[in-house]
């Protein structure tokens, strides 16, 4: 089974930006659709952004406009850009496929606070 290992989280100001990576392994993620989602304390997990085999993203819309999903087949790897960060959107975040088909890794935390 594929294994996905989640990078690039931090504390960081409102405003601010992170990038963060998923290094996907036992598995080509360029031909299926693979998505972000985060999980803050006491809330179930949702749904960030995905991308598809065909390069088309789509976003939860109070991240549109801030965040952009992309992958680099090359080196099995999805990204998560995200600008102007807001406090809420502090949470852990997780890659995995769109079906959710691959067990979870750890995530990685973001936290955004002044």
């Known amino acids: 089974q594929g294994q996905l290992v989640e990078s690039g989280g931090g504390l960081v100001q409102p405003g601010g930006s992170l990038r963060l990576s998923c290094a996907a392994s036992?598995?080509?993620?360029?031909?299926?659709?693979m998505a972000w989602y985060r999980q803050a304390p006491g809330k179930q997990r949702e749904l960030v952004a995905s991308i598809n085999s065909g390069s088309i993203t789509d976003y939860l819309w109070s991240v549109k406009g801030r965040f952009a999903i992309s992958r680099d087949n090359a080196v099995n790897t999805l990204y998560l850009q995200m600008y102007n960060l807001k406090p809420e959107d502090t949470a852990v975040y997780f890659c995995n496929t769109a079906r959710e088909s691959l067990p979870w890794g750890q995530g990685t935390q973001v936290t955004v606070s002044s």
């Open positions: 036992g598995m080509f993620i360029g031909i299926i659709t």
